[in-house]
Structure formats: C-alpha cells, structure tokens
T-cell receptor, first 115, second 113 residues
Framework: GAVVSQHPSWVICKSGTSVKIECRSL??????MFWYRQFPKQSLMLMAT?????????EQGVEKDKFLINHASLTLSTLTVTSAHPEDSSFYIC???????????FGPGTRLTVT | GDSVTQMEGPVTLSEEAFLTINCTYT??????LFWYVQYPGEGLQLLLK?????DKGSNKGFEATYRKETTSFHLEKGSVQVSDSAVYFC????????????FGTGTKLQVIP
C-alpha cells in the first residue's frame, strides 16, 4: 500500500524559533496533501490543504503566517511553524489521498514540544 | 457541513468481550465511511472502510456496515483482545471535494486481561 512518511518524528525547540516538518509520499505522487493537528485526547483538526505548485488553503482560524506550508514537489510538503510558542506544542499529522480518492494515507505524525 | 459523532470513551472491556462503538454522521451527498485506529505512540491506520450504502467493511475481526437510512457506521468486534487497545476514529470523506476527511472525536478502548 501507499506509504507517507514524516520527519522528524519528534522535535523539541525553544520558544521563538522555527521548526520545519516534512511530509513525503514514498511510492506515489500527491498533488494534494493535508496537514492536521491533534491535541491530547482529542480528534484531528484539519489545518490546511497543501497544493503542489500553488498556495495552500487554510482552514478558518489557522494563521497562515504562522504555519507556512510549501508543496514544492509531487512527493513533498513541508509545514514550518514560525516563532513557535508553547501553545503550538502538539502532534502534527499529514496525509495524502490515494488514487481512487476514497482513502487517505496518513503519516506517522510529528510530536512538537516548544519549551 | 459534514460531521461525525461517535460515542465518548473510554470504553473498558474484558478480553473476549463483544465491542460496539457507535458512529453517526451528517454529510452532503454520499460519503465514504472509515474507521481509523491509533495505537499508543503511533499514527493513524486505516482499519476498514465502506464506500456505499449497505457495504460492510471488515478487517482483523472488526466489522462496520454503512447504514444510509440511519446514517450510521457502528464498529463491532465479537471478541476483543488486549492488543486491540487503542483509540478508534470514525471518519467520512465526501466525494467531489478535496477528499478531506472529517473525523469524529475518537473513542479510547482499553481491553483488560
């Protein structure tokens, strides 16, 4: 089956710094990828839709200047958390739709801790 | 808009007990329905899916039937194991859009020996 990877799986950074998270589709191409945020003991919240070669589409309430998304190729999307603060600490998950459109393939997630 | 409602957890069962996790949905059109599982410390994995009314998805002993008349997709397993302890998410995907997935809030299942 299709595989989506994320890097890093876990990162700790200091408040005020920026962190980049990569999402890769390993054996298929993805013109669209999705970024989710999962709070402890809660469901996934869609943050934005990443579109290859064009600007990302952000969900209401998500700061696009804080969460920068770049989808530079058909297999790579990056999420950069700029000027991170402790409240940005969370589990970030990306996904990509399969060929038939019914299914999403999820990355294993990246746990961000901002100190 | 689309929404998914699933029963709150946590659910605690003894090994070999019968499991039901209720899920109902609201969506425009005819969505595909999914159950995802998240084991401790891991990412989401697709457990099973159904793409049209009356379809039954099944995997690893788990089953769920797409009931259009009741807009439900309840997850069942006849005999749970300790290894089934995880968080289960019901989700839907409305065709024709970005294939965005709408998730329920998740139900934590704990199976005790």
């Amino acid at each position: 089956g299709a595989v989506v990877s994320q890097h890093p799986s876990w990162v700790i950074c200091k408040s005020g710094t920026s962190v980049k998270i990569e999402c890769r589709s390993l054996d298929f191409q993805a013109t669209t990828m999705f970024w989710y945020r999962q709070f402890p003991k809660q469901s996934l919240m869609l943050m934005a839709t990443s579109n290859e070669g064009s600007k990302a589409t952000y969900e209401q309430g998500v700061e696009k200047d804080k969460f920068l998304i770049n989808h530079a190729s058909l297999t790579l999307s990056t999420l950069t958390v700029t000027s991170a603060h402790p409240e940005d600490s969370s589990f970030y998950i990306c996904s990509a739709p399969g060929d038939r459109g019914h299914e999403q393939y999820f990355g294993p997630g990246t746990r961000l801790t901002v100190t | 808009g689309d929404s998914v409602t699933q029963m709150e957890g946590p659910v605690t069962l003894s090994e070999e007990a019968f499991l039901t996790i209720n899920c109902t949905y609201t969506a425009t059109g005819y969505p595909s329905l999914f159950w995802y599982v998240q084991y401790p410390g891991e990412g989401l994995q697709l457990l099973l899916k159904a793409t049209k009314a009356d379809d039954k998805g099944s995997n690893k002993g788990f089953e769920a039937t797409y009931r259009k008349e009741t807009t439900s997709f309840h997850l069942e397993k006849g005999s749970v194991q300790v290894s089934d302890s995880a968080v289960y998410f019901c989700a839907l995907n409305s065709l024709g859009g970005y294939q965005k997935v709408t998730f329920g809030t998740g139900t934590k299942l704990q199976v005790i020996p």
